[in-house]
């Protein structure tokens, strides 16, 4: 799990996690969150031996910190790697689909796109564009995917292992894009599950008009092969 500024957020959604029971661990790989997050997180370590951290000295974006966490997770030794948001967007109880899924599958992905999934919370205008966004990388990049910007993601660990992340350089929305490109052009097996995707309760968003641009780009550049 990513987090800048989620002070409010990551108690109760860790414990939520664990009250699952489903025999996960967590990593939360922090930016240096100037509201003490990777402090928080430090103090819940203390009885929670399931719980991990990285600290990262700046705010470089989601795909840096998610290519950290996945580096460690692979040196781990880890079997499936799961992304996940911070803020509740990304319901726990959802946890033990993808575990199911990902026994046939080798990347399951969380779609508020296809039957069964949606959003909640947000303004129509938000809507349209991640549909809208979505559409357009589906289109330009020939993929049998309807939520290609989402981040709730369970990833078996060969994929990773065959993508070099060091090449990823997309790092808003278009991390998930190039992700999931990714594995489909290394002829792995990814299945859409349908997730309600929650507007966070506490917070902020950094979703902003530069990761957008990025997306519609390098969705581009990705197809070109540039
Ligand atoms: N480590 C790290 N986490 C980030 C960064 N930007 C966003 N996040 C986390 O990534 C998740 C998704 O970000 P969010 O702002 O909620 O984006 P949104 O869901 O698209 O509005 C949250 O858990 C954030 O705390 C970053 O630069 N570094
Ligand atoms: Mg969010």
Request: aromatic content about 12%; some cysteine; proline content about 3%.
């Amino acid at each position: 799990m990513p987090t800048y500024n989620e002070k409010e957020n990551i108690a109760k959604l860790v414990k939520e996690i664990l009250v699952q029971n489903l025999d996960l661990d967590i990593l939360v790989v922090d930016d240096n969150s100037p509201d003490g997050t990777g402090q928080v997180v430090e103090d819940l370590r203390k009885n929670i031996p399931q719980l991990f951290i990285l600290h990262r000295q700046n705010k470089e974006g989601l795909g840096r910190a998610y290519i950290a966490g996945f580096k460690w997770a692979l040196a781990q030794g880890y079997q499936y790697m799961f992304e996940m948001d911070a803020d509740f967007s990304h319901q726990p109880k959802y946890l033990k689909d993808f575990l199911a899924a990902i026994k046939d599958n080798d990347l399951v992905i969380g779609s508020r796109y296809i039957k069964g999934g949606g959003t909640e919370g947000w303004s129509k205008i938000r809507e349209f564009i991640s549909r809208f966004g979505c559409l357009y990388a589906k289109i330009i990049l020939g993929l049998p995917i309807n939520d290609l910007t989402g981040g709730f993601k369970c990833y078996r660990r060969e994929v990773l292992e065959n993508i070099d992340l060091d090449q990823v350089q997309s790092n808003g929305y278009m991390f998930q894009i190039e992700m999931t490109y990714k594995a489909i052009k290394n002829k792995y097996k990814v299945k859409e599950i349908p997730i309600v995707f929650l507007e966070r309760q506490q917070g902020k968003t950094k979703f902003n008009k530069k990761i957008i641009w990025e997306a519609v780009v390098n969705c581009w550049k990705l197809r070109l092969g540039l």
